[in-house]
């Protein structure tokens, strides 16, 4: 594998296999790449590490076919295994400059923020972009914080040189609010996974993401 980097992507999809039950990951990650997903970010976390590796493997293999950016979340010994294009790190997860060791400069590591001072350690730390929320309140994420909110959101991405990923909320309505506070993209849970049609609604988000990237917010 080459030590150059992969693009970090725009829309990220989070598979999802606790909040519903209708799609598996590959499934949802199969809908989510033909509704326009640039990155697919596998989530899981409960259950057994062979099953997490065999999922994981098989959504690696679709990705690489799709030229799609392959996350895991947490897992890094998975990510490891299964050779993902990077791993998605929480503030309690595995350490971003332990993860950047093992997995070397050639791939993509994402840290998760709900602060300022946090976002400003994931970049300290090396990691090549900050997943920041909630923006807006979510049910999908038991564990997640307060909300930070639109002006919060703001100046993480002023003081903070590397993309910036909007989670926690996120609706097509609210791209444009999100990608006019200077977000790079965002990632979704529900927002695909929770709906009768995940194809149709990732392509939703990816029309509404490219209306905002082509108009330059």
């Known amino acids: ?18 909040l519903q ?11 989510a790449m033909k509704g326009g997903a640039d990155t697919i970010q596998f989530r899981q976390k409960v259950g057994s590490t062979k099953r997490m590796i065999k999922i994981a493997r098989h959504i690696r293999e679709l990705c690489g076919r799709q030229n799609v950016v392959f996350i895991v979340n947490d897992r890094v010994d ?21 993860a950047r060791k093992l997995l070397g400069e050639g791939k993509i590591i994402g840290g998760s923020a709900a602060t300022l001072d946090e976002a400003e350690k994931c970049f300290s730390e090396g990691a090549d972009y900050v997943g ?17 909110g639109i002006q919060i ?3 993480v991405v002023q003081k903070t040189s590397i993309p910036i990923i ?3 909320g996120i609706t097509k309505e609210r791209i444009p609010e999100v990608m006019g506070a200077g977000a790079y993209g965002i990632a979704v849970i529900s927002a695909v996974c929770c709906e009768k049609e995940p194809e149709a609604a990732t ?14 917010r």
């Open 1 to 18: 594998m080459s030590m150059r980097k992969m693009r970090i992507g725009r829309l990220h999809i989070l598979t999802d296999d606790v």
């Open 21 to 31: 039950s209708t799609f598996s990951h590959v499934e949802l990650a199969q809908l």
């Open 78 to 98: 998975v990510a490891m295994v299964v050779d993902a294009d990077g791993v998605h790190l929480g503030q309690d997860d595995f350490p971003i400059p332990f």
């Open 132 to 148: 920041f929320g909630p923006v807006y309140p979510t049910t999908s994420k038991v564990d997640a914080g307060p909300v930070s």
């Open 153 to 155: 959101l703001k100046k």
């Open 166 to 168: 909007a989670i926690g």
């Open 203 to 216: 392509r939703f988000l990816h029309s509404a993401l490219r209306e905002c990237v082509i108009e330059g």
